[in-house]
């Protein structure tokens, strides 16, 4: 028993990031946006033969309404109304003009329409605080490396050290999901744009094509409700955590302040789960989506520690 015990504390241990360590969000959505740039004209020809076709269909559609509309039971011909065919004719430029700056950078940025939401939430992140992520991983790297083991023979500190491990463990585990898991949603969406966008020339479909692009702004607006989250927990986690251990990450430390501690760390955990469902109250879409992966993952979170 004793040996386990203590397999489990340094196992635990080893999990504490320390300073200096790879920052493994930077790098993973570094290598998302790579991967999306590189592939985000997968689906370009597919999408340029459906709007070829599509614009057919409507083109005949149009001729026919516009010879039905016009037969009367007279000897003169009514016009023919030319405002429908220049509609046709800039919605057909509209939808081109997608198609082809979707992957491709826009004239005078580095991006195309496919970056677009989430370069405007960058700004917004950027505008607001973007390393108040990487200081509060910092800081909870650091508060988990300088708790030390506990000795063998206390079995109450070992069960501290335990819930302290996993309570770090677990904040930083949802600060990774809910930022990655709005890069990917958004990554894997706006490959499908290509084939939504032909549908912006049909009068019944288009709605289709304005959720698609709904959806994409709310998936990209994830990360920025995140940074604004974040914004304000890591001042006040800083401050809490300096305040309340001054450096001093000792076991009597954290015996002695551990309910207030775990009262905090279970609301910034509870408050990171609720991200994806407030950024679809605010910006509607399907940001929704992401927050059942944080639910799945806090249930088997609750599993694991059970």
């Known amino acids: ?8 504390t340094s196992s635990l241990a080893a999990f504490a990031v320390p300073p200096g360590a790879v920052d493994w969000v930077t790098q993973f959505t570094t290598n998302l946006s790579s991967l999306t740039t590189q592939n985000g004209n997968a689906l370009t020809q597919l ?11 409507v083109l005949v559609g149009m001729v026919v309404e516009m010879n ?37 950078p826009l004239p005078g940025v580095s991006y195309g329409f496919n970056h677009l939401f989430s ?14 992520l990487s200081n509060l991983q910092q ?10 083991a506990p000795s063998i023979t206390a079995p109450i500190e070992i069960l501290c050290y335990l819930l302290v491990q996993i309570l770090l463990g677990l904040a930083q585990a949802i600060l990774f999901l809910v930022n990655v898991s ?9 490959l499908f744009g290509p084939i939504f966008i032909p549908l912006y020339m049909t009068r019944t479909l288009r709605g289709k094509f304005f959720q698609f692009v709904d959806v994409l702004l709310s998936l990209a607006m994830i990360r ?8 304000v927990w890591e001042g006040f986690m800083n401050g809490f955590i300096q305040q309340t251990f001054n450096n001093n990450y000792s076991m009597a430390m ?34 929704g989506v992401a927050g059942k992966l944080e639910e799945t993952a806090g249930k088997l979170a609750v599993v694991l520690g059970a």
Do not use: K
């Open 182 to 190: 709005g890069f990917i949603l958004y990554g894997v969406t706006a």
């Open 119 to 132: 370069a405007f939430a960058q700004s917004i992140v950027t505008a607001l605080d973007q390393n108040s």
């Open 139 to 148: 800081l909870l790297s650091t508060a988990g490396s300088q708790t030390g």
């Open 254 to 287: 954290w015996l002695t302040n551990l309910i207030p501690c775990v009262m905090v760390f279970l609301a910034f955990d509870l408050n990171m789960l609720f991200i994806p469902s407030l950024t679809q109250m605010i910006f509607g879409g399907g940001a």
């Open 224 to 231: 920025a409700v995140a940074t604004a989250f974040i914004f």
């Open 47 to 57: 999408g340029l033969t459906e709007l070829s076709f599509v614009s057919v269909f």
């Open 1 to 8: 028993m004793v040996n386990l015990v203590a397999t489990i």
């Open 68 to 104: 039905i509309s016009t037969m009367a039971l007279t000897l003169h011909r009514q016009p023919m109304h030319i405002g429908d065919l220049v509609r046709f004719l800039l919605r057909l430029i509209f939808c081109l003009l997608l198609e082809s700056y979707w992957s491709n």
